[in-house]
DNA sequence: CGATTCGTTGACATGCTTCAAACTTCGTGG
DNA sequence: CCACGAAGTTTGAAGCATGTCAACGAATCG
């Protein structure tokens, strides 16, 4: 298993998250003995396991060290809805309720370790200025997918989510042209708010279009100009410039 | 005008933020000093007025003190996405980026005045606590309109607009069962990813049901219980008990 | 190796958008 | 104060995208 190789070399460890501005860990603690027994907190959880659920007692935050977790809420008939999906770097659980309750449930998809961030261990220092920092982006993502509910059509957020996965992939330092789907079409049906079929009728027509290439959780990217147009409208600032070197590529 | 009496009485101008949890100038801000620079920096905006623009530096939220505001980004292509809509004692201008600045406009739909609360104002030690929980209201927010857009046909989210709203004038001391909206159809279907047709289609046919009556902005909610179950599921924590009460009388 | 979950494909139904037009309200300038 | 134009609202008709239902093949798991 991975947890001897982890234990070892606390910095290195930290690795994922330096693309995503630097390793929290370093940024948010203070001190060398918070950041201690943050090394300890790590969890290595196995696919499908709940890192946690919504309503329970929350004093913490997370990052995703490997693999990948989703985030989602039931509603009142038992229907699913997906809230999100983390890769490496990305911090997920900051959506608490103001009693300190999970807003929603996370789950992994995968072989995955996290990295906890009790609530305790922030430095008031890095509250006010960092602590904004990480909502921003939990907001700015919440923004793009009521973007894409509410004015894309069914080609247009299939293309976003895989063009948003390709830019995260990349700004991680892997392909941003071939990866793995690591969540479900059942998944991507309930983060996008389309039928599973309708997921799966528009993956096999990008790939007629020559647009991409999909065998069942395998995705090449062959075409990213045209994803990007059938994409459409992207929210400002949500992808800077991470992708405009791909773009150069196939052009 | 209404400046010559708001700037008397500094705390009773804040009974509209009370039903919210407390005057939020006494909770956030330590210094007695810093209240009195809050006092003078509210200000009243007419209808159709920016309170601040996408992109612009942002040094500080706002609460609505009268009237009420929208919240949206522009696409690419020109079409606006609503984002939200705040009403008195309502928070808002918490999407701020990494760097500071504004993820969305926010315009006023009527006549209105906001407090200004300037992020420098804020103590260390509210920062931490009272931040997060005025972001786990936004995040709610913004999940209650994802579940929307995802996974409820055109009656449900008019319906849970309503419903919503509702809650939210009686939450404030207002009648649950008759206001106006202050919101163009436009607006509303900007909201909720419906076309203005649709918006006005459903409002006609609600009131041919029976569950209300409109004319034009006017709005009375005539069977609330009917008009829940056609909302549908709500997320869990959304609306505690404000609406009990009103779903009771009508029984 | 059977059972189950996941993914794909087809046919059909329908809810929403789009286009078009009429009416109302509101603001502005004559 | 009225007239006019612009904007907001409502209603109808038609087209289409997506959901639903159903069946089958493929991969995964115990």
Chains 1, 2 share one sequence.
């Not at 991507?188 to 065998?215: D, K, M, P």
């Not at 090449?220 to 994803?227: G, M, S």
């Not at 991470?242 to 052009?251: A, D, I, M, P, Y």
Request: net charge negative; aromatic share 8%.
């Amino acid at each position: 298993m991975l947890t001897q190789a982890q234990s070892s070399h606390l910095v290195h460890e930290c690795h994922v998250c330096e693309p995503r501005g630097g390793c929290l860990g370093m940024v948010l603690l203070n001190s060398e003995d918070a950041y201690q027994q943050l090394s300890h907190a790590k969890r290595i959880n196995r696919k499908g396991e709940f890192v946690f659920r919504e309503g329970e007692d929350a004093d913490c935050f997370y990052v995703v060290r490997s693999g990948s977790v989703k985030s989602y809420m039931v509603t009142e008939d038992g229907e699913e809805q997906v809230l999100g999906f983390y890769l490496p770097g990305d911090v997920f659980g900051m959506d608490v309720t103001e009693s300190q309750h999970r807003m929603s449930s996370t789950i992994t998809l995968e072989t995955t370790s996290v990295c906890r961030f009790p609530h305790a261990f922030l430095s008031a220092k890095s509250e006010g200025v960092n602590l904004l920092k990480i909502t921003a982006e939990q907001m700015q993502r919440d923004h793009n997918l009521v973007l894409m509910l509410a004015r894309k059509d069914a080609d247009g957020r299939i293309a976003s989510f895989l063009d948003d996965l390709a830019c995260r992939y990349w700004s991680r330092g892997y392909s941003a042209t071939s990866f793995f789907l690591t969540m479900s079409r059942q998944d991507i049906g309930c983060y996008l708010g389309l039928a599973v079929e309708t997921v799966s009728r528009t993956l096999t027509r990008f790939q007629e279009c020559g647009v991409l290439r999909v065998n069942r959780r395998e995705v090449d990217i062959l075409d990213h100009d045209t994803l990007r147009k059938i994409a459409g409208t992207r929210v400002s600032n949500v992808s800077p410039d991470c992708c405009k070197t791909v773009e150069l590529k196939s052009v």
